[in-house]
């Protein structure tokens, strides 16, 4: 049996970044069972690895990895047969995803629920990780627990000049990259063990009393 010809690439190594520029692609990535998806493919795997690690049936996947091909959020970069199927192997096409700015302009309709969409899938991924890995004791609770064992959550208010608050992007900024570049040189590492961030940081229209007049 020969195998389809597909675009496939040894060695594949994801573009740095995608940018989502349609509301549909965006509605694609916003499952939260298609971004667990992704996160398994980050280094080529295939559709029955992915299920076994979800456990769940491979049957119950094909449809959301076809659409996420098809999508070009994840890409086949190898192809095989065995026992006379075809088996593919899976990666993502980036490492980062960014929704393009022109989605979540206030205006229309589609506009406010692509912004709503993307928040209530970032928000609902982080939640469930977090909640599993409470649930696993891999965050641990203890008041003595190690700060890399341990989860940090907090909601604060800065009153920040411009000049201010111009640094404070930049210096997230270099710092996530910085973290980055250090995580993608340290994938199938055993003792790289995975964290989520989920950063929010905005001007906010909600001023002290005293600053409203």
């Not at 694609?28 to 690690?53: F, G, H, N, S, Y």
Request: glycine fraction near 2%; include cysteine; hydrophobic fraction near 40%.
């Amino acid at each position: 049996m020969e195998v389809p010809s597909y675009p496939t690439q040894a060695n594949y190594t994801p573009l740095d970044e995608m940018v989502i520029e349609d509301a549909e692609t965006l509605r694609v990535l916003a499952d939260p069972l298609r971004l667990r998806i992704r996160e398994l493919m980050i280094e080529p795997c295939t559709v029955k690895q992915v299920a076994a690690a979800l456990n769940m049936a491979p049957t119950k996947l094909y449809y959301h990895i076809n659409l996420l091909e098809k999508h070009k959020l994840i890409i086949v970069v190898a192809a095989r047969v065995v026992s006379g199927i075809i088996e593919k192997q899976y990666q993502i096409s980036a490492k980062t995803t960014r929704v393009a700015r022109h989605l979540l302009s206030p205006g229309t309709d589609e506009k406010s629920n692509s912004m709503q969409l993307t928040l209530d899938s970032l928000f609902k991924d982080a939640k469930a990780d977090l909640l599993q890995s409470m649930q696993d004791k891999t965050v641990q609770m203890a008041h003595d627990t190690p700060d890399h064992h341990a989860m940090l959550v907090s909601s604060q208010r800065f009153y920040l000049t411009e000049e201010q608050a111009t640094n404070l992007f930049a210096r997230l900024k270099a710092l996530l990259s910085e973290m980055d570049e250090l995580s993608n040189a340290q994938l199938g590492r055993s003792d790289a063990q995975p964290y989520k961030m989920l950063a929010l940081v905005f001007p906010s229209s909600r001023r002290a009393l005293h600053t409203q007049e």
